[in-house]
């Protein structure tokens, strides 16, 4: 019984260190943040598909080609 606990934590430790999933997390954070800009110019949420779909189409590329030029301090 002890073995089935310890597996989702192993689990979730993976994914801590997956660099994928760190990409998701990121990538995630800056939709959320273009919802609430996006939000706030026309006075109502916009809701995530839609912050998703227009980050998508207009940022995506230019923030992804900034994240493998720009190394962190």
Known sequence: MREMHQEPKAEANLADRSSLYAEFLAERE?????KWIESEK????????????????????????????VKPA
């Not at 800056?30 to 273009?34: N, Q, S």
């Not at 998703?52 to 030029?69: N, P, Q």
Request: no cysteine; glycine share 6%; charged share 40%.
């Open 30 to 34: 800056e939709i959320l943040r273009h």
């Open 42 to 69: 026309v006075g109502r949420d916009i809701g995530f598909e839609r912050a998703l779909i227009d980050w998508t189409r207009h940022h995506r590329a230019r923030w992804r080609l900034l994240r493998r030029t």
